[in-house]
């Protein structure tokens, strides 16, 4: 009820006599003054009353929106916190086919290892048996491959090829006249000028050489070495007359180290010539028999003393090998 509404309800209590000639009922004026004031009190109450309710009113409209809006962040909540888990759970199981794969990978890994080295060793025997048998057959001696593949090597790192290619231009050096193991003992052991008739037989050994070495990719770099350390950088060497980069890097190599051991060692049909003369030999070469480059790393080995260290090292060795033989 509002303070309009209640004045009104005041105003229409009548305690006055009907007639205003009729004296006043005594105690009249009292009771007015009563009522009034009973009226006002109520009034304030009413009033009081009507604040309380609109201040609660207010208090609860501002208490159900805080709710609502806890609610929501409490449904949000919940709602990432299942998101979370959703996520956390599908990581883990990435994670764990992850780890699964690596593990697989790993395991094939080190099969492929344990075949490759078998390979390797496979292979490796297979050269030692092959050089075995050349060397046997050819006179030449252990050291002489080893001095060659050394050189080699050395060739190798000092024109900043990766490590992996100079270790297999190394040992794939080592079978560079397999196939001498075909060629007839007196064409080969002749001390005397070879006849064209007989020289088309020599050349043959680089042929032979290459077919000797199968088509495993282990032997790869080994057969373009059989088949061209007869090369010249010129076109015109045997037996393809193949010339400049046409001949492959690791044949242009061991034509440098060859040629030069083969002349610095004692042969049955001529004494070893010093180091100097040999690579005077060499560097005359340079443009004609060999690459110029080759030929250039090869005489900055020689100036650095490593070629006389290769040497004096597989000297050293053989002595080893052999107690009480005589250096050659
Ligand atoms: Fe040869
Ligand atoms: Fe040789």
Known sequence: MSDDNT?????????SPRDPDLPQAPGADVFRQLLHQAVRVADMANSQAMRMALDFAKVYEREQGVRKEFENQLKQMTLMEKQATRYAEDLAGMLRSERERRQELERALEQERIASEELRRT??????????????????????LQRVRRYVEAIGERLGLPAALVEEFGYSSVMHDVGKIHTPDHILQSEHVLSDAEFSVIKQHCIDGEKMLGTARFFETARAIAREHHERWDGKGYPDGKK????????????????????????PYKEAWSAEAGLKAIEAGAGERFDPEIVAGFVALAKEGV??????????????????????
């Open 7 to 15: 004045k009104d309800m005041v105003e229409t209590v009548d305690v």
């Open 244 to 267: 400049g980069e046409e001949i492959s890097l690791a044949a242009r190599i061991v034509s440098v180290a060859d040629v030069f051991d083969a002349l610095t060692s004692k042969r």
């Open 307 to 328: 070629l006389e260290r290769i040497s004096s090292e597989v000297a050293a060795s053989d002595d080893d090998d052999h107690p009480g033989t005589p250096a050659k």
């Open 123 to 144: 292979g490796l025997q297979g050269i030692s048996h092959l050089v075995l048998a050349a060397t046997i057959k050819d006179r030449t001696t252990g050291t002489h």
